[in-house]
């Protein structure tokens, strides 16, 4: 058990920030997508606000949360659900009113967008390690 624990601490906390930064790569990329397709200047602008907003708070959540229970073997299933609501309530106490409001008008429930923004996002920087 002590060999795995070593084995964790050696070589899965390093990755860590290689994750975050293909996870922020991610988001970029996804934003200058939609930007390219869109020409109206106030989508182009909640667009980068979004994304920048929940990359700031995948980030925010990953140093203050995620990291010290890795390091501690303890980021389980449970702890996993809280990083994820921990993400979503910060990026949803961050953005404006007017930002929600173009979610609901594009996107419907904002709930669902964010919680599928984040979701997608976890699950492509997965696949690609």
């Known amino acids: 058990m002590e060999l795995l624990v070593q084995i964790f601490q ?21 934003r200058q997508e939609i930007n390219q397709t869109v020409d109206n200047e106030t989508a182009i602008k909640y667009n980068n606000m979004i994304f920048n907003t929940v990359t700031d708070c995948v980030i925010a959540t990953n140093q203050t949360y995620v990291e010290a229970l890795k390091a501690q073997g303890a980021f389980d299933a449970e702890a996993q659900k809280v990083a994820f609501q921990k993400t979503l309530d910060a990026v949803l106490s961050i953005l404006t009113d007017d930002a929600k409001e173009y979610i609901k008008e594009a996107f419907g429930d904002i709930t669902v967008y964010l919680t599928t923004l984040i979701e997608s996002s976890v699950n492509k920087n997965k696949a690609s390690v």
């Open 10 to 30: 050696v070589c899965i906390i390093p990755l860590l920030g290689i994750l975050t930064k293909y996870l922020i790569d991610f988001l970029n990329a996804k």
